[in-house]
């Protein structure tokens, strides 16, 4: 199983609402990546999480707050959005964290409005 | 700032090989070379990564040359489904991932 699933696919959501997004993987991945995609732009690293641990943090708002439960899931929640914050956001897993890069496997992503 | 320069876009005809450039003048020795593509509403997929040698695997072949500052990276015989954006990344075992513009590649049927 070389899957990152996430959940939902698709969220609309009010600049005073809380959501959160979840990734799940089962390859024993220790480590576990946030990043945020806009319209026509690459990927952009958010958050990484190393042995269920946050190792690195892009200089996100505090916003966008991530959560690693245990091994498998990594969650994003979210409250008092701003529409530009309106993107793609996509969970990846390796089986290693910075240092020691490994392949990324990436999810499908959460396609976020914010209205 | 990404390590990588690649064109803007590229066509490639249905079955013909697709061969992507990829220039990376700035590597150093430790650095590796990886590519992965973006198709259209989806999560970027891994292809395929090198240190200084050629590579294949069963979706491509990573030619890199000898004084590493460029690779290919050669889809053999490509699909409509290969349409995507393809990034070329250059890391080393510490770094960050840390995608380029990449290129487009349309597929022409």
């Known amino acids: 199983d070389t899957e990152v699933t996430q959940t939902p696919k698709h969220l609309v959501m009010g600049m005073t609402n809380k959501k959160s997004l979840k990734c799940e993987q089962h390859?024993?991945?220790?480590?576990m990546y946030w990043y945020k995609q806009k319209a026509k732009k690459p990927p952009e690293l958010m958050f990484v999480?190393?042995?269920?641990?946050?190792?690195i943090n892009e200089s996100v708002p505090s916003r966008f707050s991530p959560e690693c439960p245990n091994s498998s899931l990594l969650n994003l929640h979210l409250h008092a959005l701003q529409p530009e914050d309106s993107a793609l956001y996509l969970c990846?897993?390796?089986?290693?964290?910075?240092?020691?890069?490994?392949?990324?496997?990436f999810g499908p992503g959460t396609r976020l409005l914010v209205l | 700032d990404a390590k990588t320069t690649q064109p803007t876009s590229m066509d490639c005809a249905e079955g013909r090989a697709a061969n992507l450039p990829c220039n990376h003048s700035?590597?150093?020795?430790?650095?590796?070379v990886y590519w992965y593509r973006q198709i259209h509403s989806q999560g970027p997929q891994y292809i395929i990564h090198g240190l200084k040698n050629n590579e294949t695997n069963e979706m491509a072949s990573l030619i890199i040359t000898e004084d590493r500052k460029s690779s290919t990276l050669i889809l053999p015989h490509a699909t409509l489904r290969d349409t995507a954006v393809y990034y070329c990344?250059?890391?080393?075992?510490?770094?960050?991932?840390?995608f380029g513009k990449g290129t487009r590649l349309h597929i022409l049927p």
């Open positions: 990344i250059v890391l080393n075992r510490d770094d960050k991932i840390i």
């Open positions: 700035t590597i150093s020795g430790n650095e590796y």
């Open positions: 999480y190393s042995y269920e641990k946050l190792s």
């Open positions: 390859m024993g991945h220790r480590a």
């Open positions: 990846a897993s390796s089986r290693q964290s910075p240092p020691r890069q490994e392949t990324q496997y």
